[in-house]
């Protein structure tokens, strides 16, 4: 009884902290919650296992463990990325293939992503590439990547994987080339630290994020 009590505020504390997991197309490695702050959630090279993935039309899914989030997808056509600046252009910006956006709701988030309409180059039929998705959820930007072959005749998405939002809240796309300012660097919460202070922390740095996202919001009504 007392065990199953402690498994029990242990599994809620994760789940507090649990940051994003990125469903399908699947990551590079197991998820490592410690990691997720870093590159490639610290997965530094490309798996040969690469996931057959629509060039046109296809879906993504993952599970938010955050209320209220923000997120984007940059590509790299590099054969093997290792570090950031694989994944932009010439001018150093950021390949998008899924401009930021902001939404709220924890639990599964499944949208379209229409690789070929980025255009970018070397992105076509056969080409491997890796997506990066760049999620904050108010604790600092997060990090999760997969290994693609793209294709043109790949379903949208395979009939074994889930497809479905958890909420349906709104989904508020910044203009392109908008960058958010993510929130401060994550810090690297073991689950032992149970302290209610640490869960007050966590509100506020939610709530300082929302704030600049709404001034985000605001500037860009001005625009
Ligand atoms: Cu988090």
Known sequence: MRFTSV??????VSAVSAHFHLQYPGPRGAFVESSEPTFC??????TTNRTTFPLNNGYYSLNSEHPTWTLGVIISAVQNPNNFANFTDSSGKYQMVVNYFETSGEGSFCAPINISAAGIDGVKDGSN???????????????????L????????????????????????????????????TATS??????S???AADAKAVVGVSGLVLSVLGGLLALA
Do not use: K, M, R, W
């Open 129 to 147: 590439v890796t997506v990066q998705f760049i999620f904050d959820g108010g604790d600092g930007a997060l990090y999760q990547c997969a290994d």
């Open 189 to 194: 919460s073991s689950a032992s630290s149970t």
């Open 41 to 46: 959630d610290n997965y530094g090279d490309a």
């Open 149 to 184: 072959t793209l294709s043109e005749s790949t379903t949208a998405i395979p009939s074994d994987v889930s497809c479905a939002n958890a909420s349906s809240a709104a989904v508020t796309y910044f203009s392109s080339g908008v960058t958010p300012t993510f929130s401060a």
């Open 196 to 198: 209610t202070s640490s």
């Open 7 to 12: 498994a029990f505020l242990a599994g809620l």
